[in-house]
């Protein structure tokens, strides 16, 4: 379908090399395409729907967006309330979407809707959704506090009609779907991460090595240089753990707890190494002129996006749940 037919190992060396783009809100608008609407249709979907959708999204012809979170709905994806009524060979949609990347410019949505009255983890189901049809409302382009160079809206949907064979795999496992689609974004979005902070890192070096207070070198204070060589094993850790983690993925094993640990240390550590390297920018670093301000910004996203600290905290708490006990 135009792909390379590369593992997974592929997609996190391309998303650790687009972190050296100075800015976060790039390298998410490439993963929510690379990684996050695909997955499921390339795993489940029909060789028509791949023909549709998925080869001009590999070549770059249509840009993707998913439509997971609601109003009230962001990492409880059990408790979506769109629905997707079958009536003769299509599917009536209603409902909305919120914090869509790419929503404003998006030619297809890979939606989940609810598409039965069934248990929630069991009547959910991914559509592929062409965002030209009638009844699809591009409400607004949602003004961030970061990833400003990165478009989010909020949708809606009245009486949309849609085929039935836009449907990717079977219904009723959307919500299945999409927890695997989500291991993979959660291991992208640790990938982005770690270049930025080591930029940010070596970049604070450079200036407080040539920053005077006092009449001696910012860097010059142990508390400061000891505090980046904390902080810059700390991304180590995270890197490995990583690859360790797509070590596992690649070889088929399930990485739902690893990838968890791994997504919430990511988030904990970018916001760890962009308040403190910014504290030592001192007042520069309260300006738009700089990096550090920018990435304290983008970055704040890791510890809410695609699954809270608190939804990976819970998760990984499961998995401990499961342990032998003594």
Known sequence: YG??????SYNIAVAEELGNIRCGGIPMAIGVQAGMTTPALTRFGSDE?????????IAGDFVACLGISEAGAGSDVANIKTTAVKKGDEYVINGGKMWTTSGCQADWMCLLANTSEGPPHRNKSLICLPMNLPGIHVAKKIDKLGMRSSDTAQIFFEDVRVPSKNLIGEEGKGFTYQMLQFQEERLWAVATVLTPLETIIQETIDYTRQRKVFDQYVLHNQAVHFRLAELATEVELLRSLLYRTVALYVEGNDVTKFASMAKLKAGRLAREVTDSCLQFWGGMGFTSEVLVSRFYRDLRLMSIGGGTDETML???CKFMETLPTK
């Open 3 to 8: 792909g390379m037919g590369l593992d997974f």
């Open 49 to 57: 729907l791949k023909k549709q959708f998925l080869v001009p999204t």
């Open 314 to 316: 819970s998760i990984i």
